[in-house]
């Protein structure tokens, strides 16, 4: 499950946006490992997170989910996934991560450098990385790169194109904040990795664009 | 997944929640493309019909066509029966985020991940196979930790179970490993494949980053035509015991 490699964007506005996901290993260390993904999410909800949850739990924190209620379900789960907006969130979770030493791997996505730069901080050495070498094929059936931002924060695409457009258009319309609108799409993903603070500023640099451009036409 | 058109009061207020866009007006109420539909579930759960006339009708459960919501919907976990001993949902495998402690992409190898019909589109299982048959003859071994490897009816030859061919999922990962040296070679190889698909497909690599921190790998794709997304997908190192070279 590649589900947070391939997050489309700008090196701008991807510097606010990181997944950490803790996973365990089947033949590893998953027998028994309640406890210390607990520990894991203890930690993750220190540092403020922007949204959680995992396929497991049916359903994300934007979406409902109760940390607490979700903490005691963790006996039969083998991974915790978490979205943060900050780099400085990211460098404090990884070190108190090092500091709790469970033993569980954990990955980080987001900007390539920043993570490099984070884990010399913090004392780490990145292990192993999955590139993305982005989209082929028949990439005339994609949406407008603007919309794909957008989607591809939930790597199970499980956010749909018209529903990005139709938010977008109530944005604009003043229906919806942006706030509302980010809240609104976040919905489907149940992993809790669409991050919802990016999802704001997209759709505000969206509204901002329109509003340029009605300025150029005038 | 179906809507009852009983209960349908064609409030417009689902078609935008699917991903496929593969619910349409018709007679006064909204229908399903069934043969569309990837049984992802976001309809049942999210679109709030507030009728629920949105249901799952028993015929999705029954084999093959059950083999879409095991690979559209993360809540769902593979059936025991199709896939015995792996015990997961969502799509993939542990893949690199465990590599520390699996040791499973080891230097000297590179990881690929192809998966179909990402982002958004989905794709039939027969795309999946221009790929997998073109890879077999040059040599890669599907194991049997993917979940692809369950759907092949002859593993070493990369077919699928011919009624698996025309059914349709959200997404489906591709995963191999390769010898560094067969990157040019294989890389080659899929950028003509990939021309004949008829879907998306995001493409990975996996590595290891050496002492340094460094990843040489980088400009051997950029020299392929490949372009490498500055954001990726990072395993920290801190899973125990870890895999020392």
Redesign the interface.
């Known amino acids: 499950?590649?589900?947070?490699?391939?997050?489309?964007?700008t090196?701008r506005n991807?510097q606010n946006?990181y997944t950490m996901?803790a996973?365990?290993?089947?033949?590893?260390?998953r027998e028994g490992c309640g406890p210390k993904l607990r520990k894991i999410l203890d930690i993750f909800l220190s540092e403020n997170p922007v949204n959680f949850g995992s396929?497991?739990s049916?359903k994300s924190f934007a979406a409902g989910l109760d940390p607490e209620e979700y903490s005691r379900s963790l006996d039969k789960a083998?991974a915790v996934a978490c979205c943060f907006s900050s780099a400085s969130a990211i460098r404090n979770v990884?070190g108190k991560?090092?500091e709790a030493?469970?033993?569980?791997?954990?990955?980080?996505?987001?900007?390539?450098?920043e993570?490099?730069k984070i884990?010399?901080e913090v004392g780490?050495?990145?292990?192993?990385?999955?590139?993305?070498?982005?989209?082929?094929?028949?990439?005339e059936?994609?949406?407008k790169e603007k919309v794909?931002e957008i989607?591809?924060m939930c790597?199970?695409?499980?956010?749909?194109?018209?529903?990005v457009e139709?938010v977008a258009e109530k944005v604009k319309e003043g229906k919806l904040t942006p706030e509302q609108g980010a809240r609104f799409l976040a919905?489907?993903c149940?992993?809790g990795i669409f991050n919802l603070d990016r999802c704001v500023e997209l759709l505000k640099e969206q509204l901002s664009e329109i509003s340029q451009e009605g300025g150029e036409k005038g | 997944m179906r809507i009852d058109p009983e209960k349908c009061t064609a409030c417009a207020q689902c078609p935008d929640y699917c991903p496929v866009t593969c619910i349409h007006e018709g007679d006064g109420v909204y229908f399903m493309d069934e043969d569309e539909c990837v049984e992802c579930g976001v309809c049942l759960r999210d679109a709030g019909c507030p009728t629920e006339a949105i249901y799952m009708p028993e015929e999705s459960n029954r084999y093959p066509r059950s083999i879409r919501a095991a690979f559209s919907d993360p809540a769902v976990q593979y059936p025991e029966e199709l896939f015995p001993d792996l015990k997961q949902g969502g799509r993939g495998t542990e893949e690199m985020k465990t590599n520390d402690v699996t040791g499973n992409f080891p230097r000297g190898e590179f990881g690929m991940t192809l998966e179909f019909g990402r982002p958004g589109t989905g794709t039939r299982l027969r795309e999946v196979e221009k790929v997998t048959t073109l890879l077999t003859s040059l040599g890669i071994r599907f194991e049997g930790s993917n979940a692809l490897f369950f759907l092949l009816e002859e593993p070493e030859r990369g077919v699928l179970k011919r009624e698996l061919r025309d059914e349709k999922v959200l997404s489906i990962i591709v995963e191999f490993t390769l010898a560094e040296a067969q990157l040019e070679t294989i890389v080659a190889a899929l950028f003509e494949v990939l021309q004949t698909v008829d879907t998306v497909v995001s493409w990975g690599l996996v590595t290891r980053f050496e002492e340094d921190g460094s990843l040489p790998v980088t400009d051997r794709l950029e020299k392929l035509g490949l372009t490498v997304r500055p954001n990726a997908k990072v395993n920290m190192g801190m899973g125990r015991p870890i895999i020392e070279d």
């Open positions: 499950m590649s589900h947070s490699a391939h997050r489309c964007g090196i991807l946006d996901y996973r365990t290993s089947r033949h590893v260390n396929s497991h049916g083998y990884l991560l090092k030493d469970t033993g569980i791997s954990i990955v980080v996505s987001g900007l390539i450098e993570i490099k884990a010399e780490l050495k990145p292990h192993t990385v999955l590139l993305s070498l982005g989209v082929h094929g028949r990439k059936l994609l949406p794909l989607t591809t790597g199970h695409g499980l956010v749909a194109t018209p529903l139709e919905q489907p149940p992993c």
